[in-house]
């Protein structure tokens, strides 16, 4: 059994990294024709940026199958005979920390080159390593209260029940609602904070646009992400009750109010079609089918990694092989969010103009440095969103047309580099 995952690993894996290789060949070819959508200077940038996030990964991809390959072969076995403890929950939650820890000083490396080098050196980061450092302490923080509690009932729910899978599905399912619904009203604050939305004629329109979509929340608020990034973004977060519009405060100085009600539309596009509902759904279906593989795992697996079967191991067994499953659903569940993007897309132009969509869209693209054109393979297997020139296309605009649109294309006043999720083409890599 350890040689056939070790197989689709490598196979997994191989594949990840073909996938970048192939994109970098792609946009270096690109970057020589005729730019669309952005000054040539521009258009150059974003393909050295998004060439040089490819390389990244490609180096990620590689150390994370040596990891990878070093946990299966005497990583589990190595971590079981340094922690041990007479009560099997308490092994197992402290088990589950020696590996997360691990895992992640072996990724601190790349997330620190990808935010401090690459982001820098773009003109992107604006976070400060004190501001870092205090968001990771907080986040360190809240996984070792809450996430101790919930690998110890986890942990309690293996070693329990003999169909502990669906259970546990049924907790883990739980827990990603609940941290939907907790998310903009108790963890984002910790990070940022939510100021309301002055009184005026922005807050006027959008109140009006919400109204005319049905949707009701708690409150429209501006998020000060520009002391850690210089992204735009928008989002309608939380469920039920916690629903609130969030706006970031280089998205409200940088579009004007037609351009951030087109935006705002799109986004209600996603709530009207009861997308966030969908993509719950689809969350499950991954998980369900993840709890059902992991929980019927022989014990002969655990045999030949050099370690006994706990619910420790058996946790951190999920989690090592949950990139492996979850890109196996990747492509079917980036075919369905870009549909879903397109939906929101007319909804968006119904509500807040075509042309006003289209002119964010257009701005955001160059302020975002984002190379327009990618690889079929990086389309197929990571984006959400449909590339842009496909979108613009979808709205009635070719990229002719819209570089001969003066409105549309006006970015003299352009200085943010990139965006968000409204824009945000890839999903992010497993």
Known sequence: MLEVILVLYSVYTALRMYISVMQISYINVEKQKS????????????????????????????????????????????????IQFQ????????????????????????????????DEAFGFNQMTFKIYLADTLKSALMFFVFGGGFFALLAWIIASSTVWWLWGFVLVFAVAILVNVLYPIVIAPLFNKFNPLEEGELKDAITALMEQAGLKSNGIFVMDASKRDSRLNAYFGGLGKSKRVVLFDTLVQKLNIKELLAVLGHELGHFSHGDIWKNIGLMGVLLFVSFYLFGHLPDTLFAQMGVAVFPGVEIAVMMLLLSLVSFMFTPFMSYVSRHNEYAADAFGSQMGGRENLVSALLKLITENKSFPKSHPLVIFFYYTHPPVLERLKELGYDATDVMADKKACDTKDVTVERTGNFLDEESERS
Not at 65 to 80: E, H, I, P
Request: glycine share 4%; net charge neutral.
């Open 35 to 82: 730019p669309v959508l952005m000054p040539a200077s521009k258009y150059k940038i974003a393909a050295e940026y998004a060439v040089a996030k490819e390389k990244l990964s490609v180096a990620e991809a590689f150390v994370d199958y040596v990891l990878f390959v070093w946990w299966v072969l005497m990583g589990f076995s190595w971590m079981a005979s340094w």
């Open 87 to 118: 009560d099997g929950i308490l092994q197992s939650v402290f088990f589950l920390f020696g590996f997360v820890f691990i895992n992640y000083l072996v990724g601190l490396p790349f997330e620190l080159y990808q935010k401090f080098k690459i």
